[in-house]
Nanobody, 121 residues
C-alpha cells in the first residue's frame, strides 16, 4: 500500500513555471513506477508523464514534451513534475499516481487527491 499527497499547484500566468511534488508514504515507494495524470473540466483524465522505479525510464505525453520534466527521489519518497512554459491548455487537476506501466501508462493502482493548476492567459 502507498498513500500519495500532491502539493505545489496554484495560479500562474502563461509562460510561467510550477513544480509539483508528490510525497508518498509506505515502504514500497521505490519499487513502483509512478506518474502524473491530469483532468481538465469536461475532459477525460490523461497521462502527463511517468517514470520507472529507478528513474531510468520516462514517458511524456506529446503535449508536454520539452516543457515538463518528471523526476523522483527515492530517498525522500517524493516525485516531482517541473512544468515550464505553461499555457492555458495545461489548466487541470493534476494527480499523482503509483504502480503503473511506464511504457503505456493508461491507468494506475494508487492515486493522490489531486492539486489544481490554473494557467491564466
Amino acid at each position: 500500500q502507498v498513500q500519495l499527497v500532491e502539493s505545489g499547484g496554484g495560479l500562474v500566468q502563461a509562460g510561467g513555471s510550477l513544480r509539483l511534488s508528490c510525497a508518498a508514504s509506505g515502504r514500497t515507494f521505490s519499487s513502483y513506477a509512478m506518474g502524473w495524470f491530469r483532468q481538465a473540466p469536461g475532459k477525460e483524465r490523461e497521462v502527463v508523464a511517468a517514470i520507472s522505479w529507478s528513474g531510468g525510464s520516462t514517458y511524456y505525453a506529446d503535449s508536454v514534451k520539452g516543457r515538463f520534466a518528471i523526476s523522483r527521489d527515492n530517498a525522500k519518497n517524493t516525485m516531482y513534475l517541473q512544468m515550464n512554459s505553461l499555457n492555458p491548455e495545461d489548466t487541470a487537476v493534476y494527480y499523482c499516481a503509483a504502480d503503473l506501466n511506464v511504457v503505456a501508462p493508461t491507468t494506475s493502482n494508487y492515486w493522490g487527491q489531486g492539486t489544481q493548476v490554473t494557467v491564466s492567459s
